[in-house]
T-cell receptor, first 114, second 114 residues
Framework: KAGVTQTPRYLIKTRGQQVTLSCSPI?????VSWYQQTPGQGLQFLFE???????NKGNFPGRFSGRQFSNSRSEMNVSTLELGDSALYLC?????????????FGPGTRLTVT | GEDVEQSLFLSVREGDSSVINCTYT??????LYWYKQEPGAGLQLLTY?????DMKQDQRLTVLLNKKDKHLSLRIADTQTGDSAIYFC??????????????FGTGTRLQVTL
């Protein structure tokens, strides 16, 4: 069965622009979570979607948003990019996101903001 | 808020045991996890332990949990060069509504030498 896929894998944007990242979960998985990974802050939870609804949110500014479609695919959007948004963005999917439901991570999208 | 701490680096010889340590602050942690990240890849769940357990063994991996001291360790027996990676400790609790919101440690880079 195919794993979690993220597109694009690499992205270079300029300060002030906006960006959309995509995540396709494993077939049958309905929960998708997003994380930001930076050398300074480590891995931080952005948000989680389940059945097209945001179920949980981390401590990020409103410039970070997401959505989930009826086929469970998810997108995250970052508006008005700042240099500090340069990071590896990881998405993870699981069946329900509850209990010990294992989360499977994608390879990530590396975003560079110049 | 929750905080998870790990030492940054560990070097071991091939064939020796590796012990990676982690401390956490959230006393309501329900699940504790160990993830592995190899260069250019996402995160792979290695093992997990419920907060009401003391120990869990899974082939070469042994997880020990001292709930009183909020200390978690991962022991890798017979460490191989393929074990070289960054290891993350993570916790979640059902107080957030789901177990999908993971709080990660800073990661420990394991280097295996010949």
């Amino acid at each position: 069965k195919a794993g979690v896929t993220q597109t694009p894998r690499y992205l270079i944007k300029t300060r002030g622009q906006q960006v959309t990242l995509s995540c396709s979960p494993i077939s049958g998985h309905r929960s998708v979570s997003w994380y930001q990974q930076t050398p300074g802050q480590g891995l931080q939870f952005l948000f989680e979607y389940f059945s097209e609804t945001q179920r949980n949110k981390g401590n990020f500014p409103g410039r970070f948003s997401g959505r989930q479609f009826s086929n469970s695919r998810s997108e995250m959007n970052v508006s008005t990019l700042e240099l500090g948004d340069s990071a590896l963005y990881l998405c993870a999917s699981s069946y329900t996101g509850t209990g010990i439901d294992e989360q499977y991570f994608g390879p990530g999208t590396r975003l560079t903001v110049t | 808020g929750e905080d998870v701490e790990q030492s940054l680096f560990l070097s071991v010889r091939e064939g020796d045991s590796s012990v990676i340590n982690c401390t956490y602050t959230d006393s309501s942690s329900t699940y504790l996890y160990w993830y592995k990240q190899e260069p250019g890849a996402g995160l792979q769940l290695l093992t997990y332990i419920f907060s009401n357990m003391d120990m869990k063994q899974d082939q070469r991996l042994t997880v020990l949990l001292n709930k009183k001291d909020k200390h978690l360790s991962l022991r890798i027996a017979d460490t191989q060069t393929g074990d070289s990676a960054i290891y993350f400790c993570a916790e979640s609790n059902t107080n957030t509504g789901t177990a999908s919101k993971l709080t990660f440690g800073t990661g420990t880079r394991l280097q295996v030498t010949l």
